[in-house]
């Protein structure tokens, strides 16, 4: 499993806080709390339609593109709250039976 994409997203986050870029979608959406918000919404509806279409031909890949916007936007509303993304991966691991 390569978590180091997890960690690299929740770095890029980060900087974008401290030193906000241009045409950059984080900081777009890190100005509007009820934005990402409402991205969660859309994106966990596209992942449910995606799951439900995945008896079709060829449906894999865009399950995957859903289930990582999706995971995207979760990472980006807890660095936005102010968790660090890492608390949650710690949260899983303490579930470790
Ligand atoms: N991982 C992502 C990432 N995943 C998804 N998205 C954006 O999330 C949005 C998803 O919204 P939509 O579902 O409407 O997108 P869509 O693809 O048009 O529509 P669908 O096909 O999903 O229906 C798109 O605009 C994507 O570009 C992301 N934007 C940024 N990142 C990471 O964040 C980093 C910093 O990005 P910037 O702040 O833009 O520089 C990037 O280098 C990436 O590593």
Redesign the pocket.
Known sequence: MNLEIIE??RD??EN?KENP?K?????QLLKNEDKILE?IG??ST?LIISTKNLNQENKKQEFI??A??LL??TILLCQSQNIDFNEVLKELQKRRK
């Open positions: 690299e997203i890029v986050i974008r870029k045409d950059s979608y984080v900081n991205k859309e994106e596209e593109h859903e990582a916007d995207f936007h």
